[in-house]
């Protein structure tokens, strides 16, 4: 979906077309924004949204009508997946389209106090240990004389050595 359009589907919402129209430039518009995600040419969506706008604004169709509902929820339920699919979608999209960035920068706030709060607490030992191995990157490092050597220096709980 392109970002500069992306919230031009309400648009197609069946009270804005009673109000406005559904002129071809939005229909074009609609289309650009959600032709990536919806499996027709833009001649059948064309087609789809005249049929849209037709039901919707045609007095002669009123008996037939419920009355337009204002909410992208109740469009969707009105958009028969029949006669409608790709408008149908493309309410559908708009519906589930996040409208903040809000969730992304709480978690990178949250990230940011982790990392605070894990270089306040690391002990300089093991800032020092760290910078070692960064700074030895290069050597390779036995992970068995790493634990021998861990194992001897102090007795433990649990034995890192088993002698068969």
Not at 61 to 70: E, I, K, M, Y
Not at 92 to 102: G, K, Q
Request: net charge positive; proline share 4%; with cysteine.
């Amino acid at each position: 979906m392109q970002g500069h359009c992306r919230f031009c589907a309400p648009k197609l919402l069946p009270l804005k077309i009673q109000n406005d129209g559904l002129p071809r430039d939005s229909i074009d518009g609609v289309y650009q924004a959600f032709h990536a995600c919806i499996d027709v040419d833009e001649t059948i969506f064309v087609r789809e949204c005249v049929r849209w706008r037709m039901w919707w604004t045609d007095a002669t169709l009123a008996v037939d009508r419920p009355a337009a509902p204002a909410s992208l929820a109740e469009s969707i339920t009105l958009a028969s997946k029949a006669l409608y699919p790709s408008i149908r979608h493309c309410l559908t999209l708009s519906m589930v389209m996040p409208v903040s960035t809000a969730t992304a920068e709480r978690s990178f706030s949250v990230m940011r106090r982790v990392k605070t709060h894990l270089r306040s607490t690391m002990g300089t030992e093991h800032l020092s240990g760290l910078g070692l191995i960064n700074v030895y990157r290069e050597r390779e490092i036995s992970a068995e004389r790493v634990v021998d050597k861990f194992t001897y220096q102090q007795t433990r709980r649990l034995a890192f050595v088993f002698k068969v």
